[in-house]
């Protein structure tokens, strides 16, 4: 192995049982029983016995189990992001209640999210200056989040438990499997076969070409959106449109709203915001609905992660050295960014180029920190991680090639923020993997009919 590198898994300490405090107890509405877990983890899991974090989850029983609770095994859920916290449902429903009827479940707020040592605008700045905040944050990568996880499973005196992936959680699955099978008993993946080498431009490559498509089928179901979206655009141009919090409107914030095309029912918000965009027919001026709306999308006041960390999940260097791009970067470096100005068959999403752009999906790009103002003092750190080039693995090819873990993975064929493609191509170089793939759901599946999805990942890892 070569020189050690900050957040090398391969470096790890084999995990200790974290210490472990039992917080607080409370019923919801649904007579669940949930439960309050705090753990202490290392930073640095090379360096077990320095600085540690405080690390939060939360457990749910279902009351027909509360008296039982300590016989059923556990189910870890892995939250997607970067930068997600776990779910706070007031009351189960959809997969967790069905998990509910076999399992303790335990909702994880990643490192960094959540009440988990959470990274902002207010507490990152502590660490000191861009390039510090930089080598703290290597450690809130994938194999980081895992080896929390086995600490954490020890700790609670489980067996190999269950885990479940969705999106990014299905990455750190992934690195579950890679650095820590023992400790897993079934995985299941959902939208969240992420590539196992190759440079960042790839996902975005793909997931461009996913987008035109999915515009395209929004723009035939509601004709009508497409003028309505020329409009804005026109307004942003303008200038002088802000968003609730003093922020502008632009037209690359507007396009951020092909977030809504990620999922079946979400297209029909993103038709139902277009329907309400403008204060009155005929009137330029935008609605405050829509302002609040397109608010909600951008702003990453809640989850500066999702911005800061994203590229850094691709960032999985090559065995003989850092994995080079198309253009011959070494770094993640803006990679879809990279892309759209350097690609002609990306033009219809250039605002530089046409005037009416497609909708973009889970792209991140520069100047999302320049114009949030949750964001803005992180942008120098978010720029550091971007030119970054010195990266520890997120996978062993070698571990995942020999896993015996069954493993279940539902794929999304019109996927448009992991790729089909792609994630056919992981499925198959991971050993013992099963692949569902369906057209009826995009990558919200779970939010959709979760339960049947839950049933049919658990029916083929048995």
């Known amino acids: 192995m070569s020189a050690a590198v900050a957040g090398d898994p391969r470096t790890f300490a084999p995990p200790e049982p974290a210490a472990h405090r039992a917080g607080h107890q409370s019923t919801l509405l649904d007579g669940t029983l949930i439960a309050d877990h705090w753990f202490e983890v290392p930073l640095d899991h090379a360096a077990p016995a320095g600085r540690t974090l405080t690390v939060f989850a939360r457990e749910y029983v279902a009351a027909a189990h509360r008296e039982r609770r300590e016989e059923l095994p556990w189910l870890l859920f892995l939250q997607g992001g970067p930068g997600g916290k776990g779910m706070r449902p007031a ?24 009440l988990s040592s959470p990274v902002t605008r207010h507490t990152l700045p502590a660490e000191g200056s861009a390039d510090q905040q930089a080598e703290y944050l290597v450690h809130f ?47 299941l993946i959902t939208g969240g076969l992420a590539p196992l ?19 395209e089928e929004y723009f035939c179901r509601f004709p009508q959106d497409r003028d309505v979206l020329a409009r804005v655009y026109e307004v942003a141009r303008g200038g002088g449109a802000t968003l609730p919090d003093g922020s502008p409107v632009t037209v690359g914030r507007v396009q951020a709203l092909g977030m809504f095309l990620g999922g079946n029912t979400r297209m029909d918000q993103l038709h139902y915001l277009l329907q309400e965009a403008f204060a009155a027919p005929g009137c330029p001026t935008l609605s405050d609905t829509f302002l609040h709306g397109l608010h909600q999308q951008v702003s990453r006041a809640t989850n500066p992660l999702y911005l800061v960390m994203h590229e850094s999940i691709y960032a999985q260097p090559a065995s003989a050295g850092a994995v080079r791009s198309d253009t011959g970067a070494t770094d993640t470096g803006w990679a879809a960014q990279r892309l759209l100005a350097g690609s002609d068959d990306l033009a219809d999403f250039d605002p530089a180029r046409t005037d009416v752009p497609l909708l973009t999906g889970e792209m991140v790009f520069d100047w999302y920190a320049d114009l949030d103002p949750a964001l803005r003092p992180l942008g120098p750190v978010t720029e550091a991680l971007a030119r970054r080039t010195t990266w520890g693995p997120l996978y062993d090819l070698d571990a995942l090639a020999a896993n015996t873990v069954p493993t279940a993975a539902a794929v999304y064929t019109h996927d448009v923020y992991v790729d089909r493609d792609l994630s056919r191509q992981t499925a198959d170089r991971v050993r013992c993997l099963t692949v569902w793939e369906t057209e009826d759901f995009h990558h919200d599946g779970i939010g959709d009919d979760g339960p049947a999805i839950l049933d049919r990942l658990l029916e083929m890892t048995r």
């Open 91 to 114: 009351r189960l429903g959809g997969w967790m209640k069905q998990a509910a009827q076999d399992f303790r479940i335990l909702m994880l707020d990643q490192r960094g999210t959540g």
């Open 141 to 187: 990568r994938a194999p980081s989040i895992v080896q929390d996880a086995e600490a954490i499973r020890l700790a609670l005196g489980s067996g190999p438990w269950t885990v479940f992936g969705q999106s990014f959680g299905g990455f750190c699955t992934l690195s579950y499997l890679s650095w820590r099978p023992e400790g897993v008993e079934r995985a």
């Open 197 to 215: 080498d190759g440079h960042a431009e790839q996902v975005y490559r793909a997931t461009y070409r996913r987008m035109r498509h999915r515009n």
